[in-house]
Structure formats: C-alpha cells, structure tokens
C-alpha cells in the first residue's frame, strides 16, 4: 500500500497513542471522528520534460525524487538507494525495474519493492497525470 491510507492510518495510530497520554479524556470522545486525510499532490515536474525511456531527478521538500518515463507512464521514487544512497535516477531501466549504477540493486519501479536482497525497499510516490503537469504524492 502506500499514500493517503498509509497517512490516514499513521494519524489515526497517532490521536490513538495521544489518546493513552495527558489529557486522554479529552480525547477520548473524539478519537473516531477525527480522521483527517491529507492528499499532498504537488507538481514536481511537466510530462513534456522527460523523454520516454529517461528519468530526471526534481527536488521537493529537500528530497531528491527520481521520475522515470516507461511507455509513457510516469514512476516515482527515491533518487537515493536504500543501500549506500547510489543515484537511482541514473540507473539503467528494464520494463519497470531500475538497477543501481553503483553496486548493482534492482528496485521494482512500481511498487518500489528490492529485487536483488530480501527486505529492501525503496520509498515510491502515487504519480498523477493533469493535463502537462507531473504531481506526485508527497
Ligand atoms: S548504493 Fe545502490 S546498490 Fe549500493
């Protein structure tokens, strides 16, 4: 999974924990109801800017995204290798797997699971498409 559900459920988990703190009674009455969902979409980039089969590496927020172009869909994810943070973006893609360009791990681009050790993963965003503009969820 991944995105808003992913958020919602880590807030929800989180008035949970406030709720066994300071100041539970208060609330206690609440903690059903308040369930606040934030969608964070933001453009990161414009379609036109990335060449089918290329990626380009953006910034937001002080982290290095890498957007990659197969067939025409749009795949984002961290720029930064779980394993020693090799550049990503600047990995070789076959189908919707990248390879590190340092050491050699493969990363699903999809769903950002690792190929090439058990367990590793690399963060990935929900990408939308609106009309030029490149907006993923942050
Ligand atoms: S830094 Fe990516 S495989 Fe080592």
């Known amino acids: 999974m991944g995105g808003w559900q992913d958020r919602a459920g880590l807030q929800q988990k989180n008035i949970l924990q406030e709720a066994k703190g300071p100041g539970k009674e208060k609330i206690r009455g609440i903690q059903n109801a308040v369930f606040v969902i934030t ?55 076959e189908d919707t797997v990248v390879t590190c360009p340092l050491h050699g791990w493969r990363f699903r681009l999809d769903n950002g699971e690792g190929l090439t050790m058990p367990h590793s993963k690399v963060e990935r965003f929900d990408v939308k498409i609106e009309g030029n503009d490149i907006l993923i969820d942050l």
């Open 39 to 93: 969608m964070a979409f933001q453009k990161v980039a414009s379609l036109n800017g990335i060449v089918q089969g290329r990626s380009v590496v953006v910034e937001v927020s002080g982290k290095e995204i890498a957007l990659f172009n197969v067939s025409g869909e749009i795949f984002a994810i961290s720029n930064a290798c779980p394993h020693q943070g090799g550049p990503l973006g600047e990995g070789e893609v």
